[in-house]
């Protein structure tokens, strides 16, 4: 995420946040108002708690059978992510910290973070080895004068499409010469 766009949520979403409280606090009156955010802060603080204390038993599990746990390790951020909007004093954190808390809602969150964030970041750490899309078609940029061509598909470099016009050549064709041994002999 760019430093701007980053700069903007952390300054528009206290804003909402600010500007939500007053609206509802003209509706209820101050003191419910306030209530209803300690209210929503406890609540919100003991299903977080539940939820990680099921995470890391789904870690656990997982580690035991042998498996990475990279779903439960990403539902272990998003619950800390939770926990610092639960924190702050406000209605609009809150419902973002109940949407990152409750499991109905935080898979689809997890699974959008997995897409959009982990797999790009790691693709671009690994050359794509740790997702497998990795290119494999050959040289890539080759001039097709060295025998190695442009890759898959290429122009002019493939066995089915001879380049400057002719009909292909020799150096297209490799011959290979090979025997099958029986081993009952």
Known sequence: MRPRTLLALLLVVPLADALFLVFVATRL??????????????????????????????????????????????????????????????????ALGFLLALPI??????????????????????????????????FPGGDGESGFGGGVGGPGTGPSSPSDGDEGSDDDVVDVEYTVEDEDR
């Open 105 to 138: 809602t935080r898979v689809p969150i997890r699974l959008g973070v997995k897409r959009y964030v982990v797999v790009p970041y790691v693709d671009s750490q690994t050359d794509g080895f740790a997702s497998g899309s990795v290119y494999i078609g050959g």
């Open 29 to 94: 009156g101050w003191t419910l108002t306030v209530a209803l955010v300690v209210l929503t802060a406890i609540l919100g603080m003991l299903l977080l708690r539940a939820e990680g204390r099921a995470t890391l038993a789904r870690v656990q599990r997982k580690l035991a059978r042998g498996e990475p746990p990279t779903d439960e390790l990403l539902d272990g951020g998003l619950l800390i992510a939770s926990g610092a909007f639960l924190l702050t004093p406000g209605l609009v954190t809150d």
